[in-house]
């Protein structure tokens, strides 16, 4: 219930304008107008942001797929309300978690990932490996802010959300146009 409420609120204009805010202040003050190849451009942070938001909307529908057959055994959700209680689900999981994802992307990815081009490292292996260490960071860091039993929630956080997490920055990689592989220098 509070999560629909927190996408309730997520979902007005005020919350939406300061996210766009802090995604459009971060790259254009870290993004170079003029960049050229081994530095990300604006153009390719814009679609990285574009395949994030891409991967939210797959994982929202992914997260919450509840068959037909469990929506009515498990949750009690009459058949005539599948939909709607589907509907509802995707929206709250859509909501929260691009508005994370985009501010994460803009606060925390898009840095490290200008600071791997600058390097001439921003490849799609380096930033699914960088992102992992993130995510291992961050989940370590919410368990020990809960820690009645931090290995056992550890481990359990770190599964969902260091996959989750790997298939957001695999979004940004793709919509960002990353290579692959470093280019060989000639």
Do not use: K
């Amino acid at each position: 219930m509070e999560a629909s409420w927190a996408a309730a609120f997520l979902a007005h204009p005020v919350p939406i304008g300061i996210a766009l805010a802090i995604v459009i202040i971060v790259t254009c003050v870290l993004v170079p107008s003029n960049a050229r190849p081994p530095i990300l451009s604006r153009r390719q942070v814009v679609l990285g942001y574009i395949g994030v938001l891409v991967g939210c909307v797959i994982a929202s529908a992914w997260l919450s797929y509840v068959s037909p057959q469990d929506a009515a055994t498990i949750w009690r959700v009459p058949p005539e309300n599948y939909w709607t209680a589907f509907l509802n689900e995707f929206f709250v999981q859509l909501v929260l978690l691009s508005f994370l994802a985009l501010v994460g992307s803009a606060i925390v990815g898009v840095p490290v990932i200008l600071a791997l081009s600058r390097r001439a490292l921003a490849t799609v292996p380096w930033v699914l490996a960088v992102s992992v260490v993130i995510s291992l960071l961050v989940t370590l860091l919410l368990v020990l802010l809960d820690a009645p039993s931090p290995s056992a929630q550890f481990e359990q956080m770190a599964s969902e959300f260091v996959g989750l997490h790997l298939f957001l920055s695999f979004g940004f990689c793709v919509g960002a146009q990353l290579q692959w592989r470093l280019r060989q220098r000639s």
